[in-house]
């Protein structure tokens, strides 16, 4: 049930946030085992909470699922790694956190990822297997691919997932439910264990536009406690929802729809442009030019930021410690070694790299460069139009095991995602259709409709109409 639905039910009395937790219980029992999506879950926790639920609030009583790298008061927060699973526990609430408690509902459940949610497949979380729950032998996106199978297997009402470069979006699209990430700026990263800090979000996983825009009004806002989170009014992002598009200009990128992009993806992402354009939007015609940089330009960026941001994990103030250290430097080296999977490993060297003498002009000052001829890219488009369409992914949900054959098709997989992060910009994924691939009769694939910075209620808007088109 939609939460809007579900708050009419609890304010009726037709059921109880213990009734409602007690459904997701039975559901994760009979199907999670399958599908992996929880790392974590403490049911008398949530059951305390929901015992003193105000219902009357906008979310009261409404367990929400929660991404394995956001902070929660007293629970595990392990970022899918070995070296926070073995005794780290949060000792405070992301501000995203504590605005769910305000609006009264009960974060539940830790989602798996993939490690330090650097993926696209959830495959590199070093604790288990996630699946898809439309095909088991698939992968559910990355790296926020607990939440949002989570969401589509029904054992979870709405999640939160954090979003670099697809990691909300790329999931979504994936297991067929939607995902948003809003404008950089627009909700606090304060809590979230930082990947990239220029590019990181916070954003929704649900079963529906209006339940993404309810989220997004409760979590989005100003925070004195991240300084990167703008102080600026939030919009009451569900009174123009149901507005339509007619009026409405839709750029249609060159850049993304050219060779590569799998027939059936093509098909439904041309038939949902075509549906909104049945609905009164105007198709416009542009170009993103710098966009064949887009993906290199991440993989400098993201990777230099990773790798100063986890020089936090040191073995010493917290996580992972090897054993019988023979000086600080073996403390260092075997506790990151041993506590580090292979895909962060990579990237912390590549970043390591980039920064590093010599090469930080030639790398990562470029990059940056690069970086704000993309964002001007999408400063002359939204000049032209409202908002701009395009596939989610180049193809729907692949086959399990294919990390291991080559990580740099991986990347390439994220070319339509990673320009908005670079941007700063906001971008949704909303289902719009099923097709076959690869031996599979029906995966699921999304529309993504990219807005500019603190555009999310024209994109919501946008989204709602497409929705409808299903």
Do not use: W
Not at 62 to 76: E, H, M, R, S, T
Not at 205 to 228: F, K, M, W
């Amino acid at each position: 049930m939609s939460l809007s639905s579900l708050r009419q039910q609890l304010l009726a009395g037709a059921t109880t946030p213990a009734a409602i937790l007690g459904q997701l219980a039975e559901a994760i029992a009979a199907r999670d085992g399958h599908t992996g999506a929880y790392l974590s879950h403490d049911f008398a926790a949530a059951m305390a909470e929901a015992e003193r639920a105000d219902l009357t609030l906008p979310l009261g009583g409404i367990p929400i699922a929660i991404k394995d790298n956001i902070n929660v008061l007293g629970q595990p927060c392990t970022c899918g790694s070995r070296f926070l699973a073995e005794n780290y526990r949060s000792p405070y609430d992301a501000t995203v956190i504590r605005k769910l408690r305000a609006a009264g509902a009960i974060p539940f459940g830790r989602m798996n990822l993939d490690e330090f949610a650097m993926g696209s497949s959830t495959e590199n979380s070093a604790l288990q297997t996630t699946r898809n729950p439309h095909d088991g032998a698939r992968i559910p996106g990355g790296s926020s691919g607990g939440s949002a199978a989570a969401v589509a297997d029904h054992t979870a009402i709405a999640a939160l997932g954090s979003d670099t470069g697809g990691s909300i979006r790329q999931p979504a699209a994936h297991c067929g439910v939607v995902g948003l990430k809003p404008s950089y700026g627009r909700v606090s990263r304060y809590g979230l264990v930082a990947f990239a800090s220029s590019l990181d979000q916070i954003g929704p996983l649900t079963h529906s536009v209006e339940d993404a825009a309810r989220l997004l009004q409760v979590i989005a806002g100003p925070d004195p406690l991240d300084s990167t989170c703008l102080d600026v009014a939030v919009p009451d992002y569900l009174s123009g929802l149901d507005e339509g598009v007619k009026g409405l200009k839709l750029g249609l990128p060159k850049e993304y729809f050219g060779a590569g992009i799998d027939p059936g993806v093509r098909r439904q992402v041309e038939a949902a442009v075509q549906a909104l354009a049945a609905q009164g939007a105007e198709l416009v015609d542009i170009s993103l030019p710098h966009t064949a940089y887009a993906v290199a330009t991440y993989y400098v960026i993201a990777p230099a930021e990773a790798s100063s941001n986890l020089s936090r994990f040191d073995g010493i103030r917290y996580g992972h410690r090897a054993a019988s250290p023979v000086d600080l430097l073996d403390l260092y080296q075997r506790s990151r070694e041993e506590g580090f999977g292979p895909e962060v490993k990579r990237r912390i060297i590549l970043g390591t790299y980039v920064l590093s003498s010599g090469y930080y002009d030639a790398y990562y000052s470029r990059a940056q460069k690069v970086r704000t001829l993309i964002r001007r890219d999408f400063e002359a488009a939204f000049a032209r139009v409202d908002a701009i369409l395009s596939p989610v992914a180049p193809t729907p949900a692949r086959k399990l095991g294919g990390l291991a054959i080559d990580p740099l098709q991986e990347y390439l997989s994220d070319i339509f995602t990673l320009a908005p992060n670079l941007a700063g910009i906001c971008a949704i994924s909303v289902p719009c259709g099923v097709t076959a691939f690869d031996g599979a009769s029906a995966l699921p694939v999304g529309l993504q409709i990219l807005g500019p910075h603190l555009g999310e209620a024209t994109l919501l808007r946008i989204a709602r109409a497409a929705e409808a088109c299903r």
